[in-house]
């Protein structure tokens, strides 16, 4: 036990270590620039599609639970409209999504990163006198903490679509019962909760890879485990805050 709590320590110190030289100025402001918007679209932008897809259908699929195995006679006919909107907007938007992200995103980062050290061109940045953690990090980390916020946006809106698709296509529940469920007791502090939540959660998911990758060790295979390792601990650290990050918030 004490020698996990120790190396958790030591782990969580080097990830400081690194995130204080990456959260430097950076040297060449239009050099800076260039790699922010490149890792903006590669980390972002390539991720819209997926992001709709499954927001699509976890929406359709939410709107049919609460329809047939929840709303009863007893119940009014917006309830199935009404919880579709909060499960998207309050968790599926923000945090599922987020974990999604991690799986695609945090092993994209963790595997570019870690076969640089392991190619030795960290070494060759570094011997050149170029900060590589600002060089290589701090791009990806903003780039992804700029684009979350419309990846949750969309995914609230395309999961809302896939619950009109249940309405139109699947004739599950009418449609105007759904837009009434939709707009009912709207609270616009749950979008910006869910904005908020996504901004921590873009963090862990650039910053817990990236460092991953930066400390590897050995050759191709450890690229691999650096890469899984990263997955893993994004998404614990993600489901972790989430609990925290809900009670404040609320």
Not at 37 to 54: C, P, T, Y
Not at 75 to 101: A, D, H, K, N, Q
Not at 160 to 165: D, H, K, N, P, T
Not at 190 to 212: D, E, G, R, T
Request: charged fraction near 10%; charge should be positive; aromatic fraction near 12%.
């Amino acid at each position: 036990m004490i020698k996990l709590l120790h190396n958790w320590l030591t782990t969580f110190g080097r990830f400081l270590m690194l995130m204080g030289r990456t959260f430097a100025v950076p040297e060449r402001f239009r050099m800076f620039w260039k790699q922010y918007v490149k890792e903006m679209a590669q980390l972002g932008v390539n991720s819209v599609g997926i992001v709709l897809l499954i927001s699509f259908f976890i929406g359709a699929v939410i709107c049919i639970q609460m329809k047939l195995n929840i709303q009863s006679p007893w119940m009014p006919r917006w309830v199935s409209g009404y919880t579709t909107r909060e499960i998207m907007l309050l968790e599926f938007s923000s945090s599922i999504m987020c974990l999604i992200l991690a799986g695609k995103v945090g092993s994209n980062i963790a595997s570019e990163i870690g076969t640089m050290r392991v190619t030795q061109q960290i070494d060759a940045l570094e011997i050149m006198g170029v900060n590589s953690a600002c060089y290589l990090i701090l791009p990806k980390i903003l780039g992804m903490i700029t684009i979350m916020p419309l990846l949750v946006i969309f995914s609230s809106a395309m999961g809302i679509v896939g619950a009109y698709g249940t309405a139109y296509i699947g004739h599950i529940i009418v449609p105007d019962d759904l837009t009434l469920g939709i707009q009912h007791a709207f609270v616009p502090w749950f979008v910006w909760m869910s904005i908020i939540k996504s901004l921590f959660f873009a963090f862990i998911i650039s910053a817990v890879p990236s460092y991953f990758g930066y400390t590897v060790e050995g050759g191709s295979v450890n690229v691999g485990k650096a890469s899984t390792d990263a997955v893993v601990t994004s998404s614990v650290l993600i489901l972790c805050s989430d609990v925290f990050l809900t009670q404040l918030l609320s």
